[in-house]
Structures are given as C-alpha cells and as structure tokens.
C-alpha cells in the first residue's frame, strides 16, 4: 500500500482509490478547529500532486479569524438571497433575520470538512463545507482558489465555478 505524508496535514490514510484523508488539523480561519484534509489525488503522480497542495493549503492555513471580514459579505449575501426565498417559519434561528452586520453570520456556520483537489483548469481549490442554519437541507459551500481566494460561496454542490 503507497504511504504518503504531506509536509503541512502529515500522514494522509487512503479511503478510496483517489481519496486520502489527513488527520485533524487546527484552521485558523475558523478559530482552530479541528478538522482533516480530504484529498482527491490524482494517481498518476501522486507525490507532485501532494506537494503541490501542499502550497495551496499553505496558503489556506495563512487565513485567519481577521480575514474573515474579507469573505463576510459574500456569505451573508448568500444567507440573504436563501433567506428571501425561505417562510420565516421555516428557520429555526430567529437571529438569522436580525443580523445587522455582515461579519455576524460566522456565528451560524460550522465547518465539518476540507478538500482538496485539482480541477481541469490545472488550478487547486480548497472547498471548504458544513453546515449554517438558513441552510440546513443543503449545507454551506466556501470555494478558495488557490487556498487563497474565495470564489464561490453556495450550498454543497462540489462545483468550483465562480459563484457569490
């Protein structure tokens, strides 16, 4: 069986023939939480592929709690338009609809997962999902192009296409 370590998750277990899961790690963006590294590896090269997401989730793991102003308006401009479409009394948080500044809706998300992968455009996203509560059938979705730049905030869909 291929053994293989990322210099920044450490030992990666294979689950299936493409997918490899690191142990749980701190995320800074989301006051160090524990959580692991989900892999889609390429298994024509899969040394290159690690330590070329390596640098991608480098990048990420350089996000910080002060970085999420940067992201907080595209988030909370999702739960607004899932919001609109929604009954009141569908939501089970009444403080979704009293949340008066953006940076506020990172009190309704939790992160359960990271991937990894890289997409046809040769470029590496980092997708972040989890749950939120203005969508709970569906999730929440965080795209990060490069590790770096958020791209696509959505419900858990798998696509990286550039979408606030």
């Known amino acids: 069986m291929l053994s293989i370590i990322s210099n920044v998750t450490g030992g990666l277990e294979q689950k299936q023939t493409n997918k490899w899961i ?3 790690i701190p995320i800074p963006l989301f006051n160090n939480k524990l959580i692991a590294f989900i892999y889609k ?9 690690v330590n070329e997401a390596d640098k991608q989730i480098a990048n990420f793991l350089s996000l910080s709690v002060a970085n999420r102003e940067n992201y907080s308006l595209a ?17 089970d948080n009444e403080d979704l609809w009293n949340i008066t500044n953006p940076s506020q809706i ?23 999902t989890g749950h939120c509560d203005w969508e709970e059938e569906h999730g929440l979705q965080l795209v990060f192009k490069n590790g770096a730049v958020l ?8 696509l990286i296409e550039e979408r606030y």
């Open 75 to 91: 988030i909370f401009n999702n739960c607004k338009e899932t919001l609109n479409d929604l009954d009141p009394e569908d939501i």
């Open 41 to 49: 590896i390429q298994l024509e090269e899969p040394f290159l592929f």
């Open 22 to 24: 690191s142990t749980p």
């Open 151 to 158: 791209t696509r905030v959505s419900y858990i869909d798998f």
């Open 106 to 128: 990172w009190n309704f998300i939790e992160p359960s997962a990271i991937r990894v992968c890289k997409h046809i455009d040769n470029e590496f996203y980092i997708i972040v």
